[in-house]
């Protein structure tokens, strides 16, 4: 069972435009979210974190949304460039469970395609 | 800072041989996590190492093991290689509990 979930496998998006990615979890336990960048060939690259004591992270073009209750999270560009084109991986965990931080839960990816 | 390496980057190995992955952390990271990476699983955990102990443990069979050294470079060894294993293999590393992993450029095994 898929603990955590992008059901969207692809989304376009006209350059200048916002993209939003989506995912959502199941586990309550887990207290720490990230988004990871993706090009083909290479391993994912860390884009921006959220604990779950807030709501809202940002990092210039990139936000991410928390809504705890729906067990949702959400990743906001904008404005969106070409060079985003990616896989984007949304990834979770539980940072209290045994002391350990390395089980990092990964969504299956949505790749973004940013149209000039 | 160099990031993280991973060797080597490509191995084609045949189906009942066994195969030993490197990766060598960012310097003063001490926490080496492997993933696997494949079309229908995704990325899926399968242990970290901290101090030359595996802490966590995903769900994979025995033939998955690892280790971890003092200078804190790590490695994987698959024995008995099935089809199956064929991936991307992603070690990723960071400094302690609470702080972010950063990601090597992946190993990719192709099993004939």
């Known amino acids: ?116 | 800072k160099a990031g993280v390496t991973q060797t080597p980057r490509y191995l084609i190995k045949t189906r009942g041989q066994q195969v030993t992955l490197s990766c060598s952390p960012i310097s003063g990271h001490r926490s080496v996590s492997w993933y696997q990476q494949t079309p229908g699983q995704g990325l899926q955990f399968l242990f970290e190492y901290f101090s030359e102990t595996q802490r966590n443990k995903g769900n994979f069979p025995g033939r998955f093991s690892g280790r971890q050294f003092s200078n804190s470079r790590s490695e994987m060894n698959v024995s008995t290689l099935e089809l199956g294993d064929s991936a991307l293999y992603l070690c990723a590393t960071s400094s302690g509990v609470g702080e972010t992993q950063y990601f090597g450029p992946g190993t990719r095994l192709l099993v004939l």
């Open chain 1, 1 to 116: 069972d898929q603990q955590v979930k992008q059901n969207s496998p692809s989304l376009s998006v006209q350059e200048g435009r916002i993209s939003i990615l989506n995912c959502d979890y199941t586990n309550s336990m887990f207290d720490y979210f990230l988004w990871y960048k993706k090009y083909p060939a290479e391993g994912p690259t860390f884009l921006i974190s959220i604990s779950s004591i807030k709501d809202k992270n940002e990092d210039g073009r990139f936000t991410v949304f928390l809504n705890k209750s729906a067990k949702h999270l959400s990743l906001h560009i904008v404005p969106s460039q070409p060079g985003d084109s990616a896989v984007y991986f949304c990834a979770a965990e539980n940072m209290n469970y045994g002391g350990s931080q390395g089980n990092l839960i990964f969504g299956k990816g949505t790749k973004l395609s940013v149209k000039p």
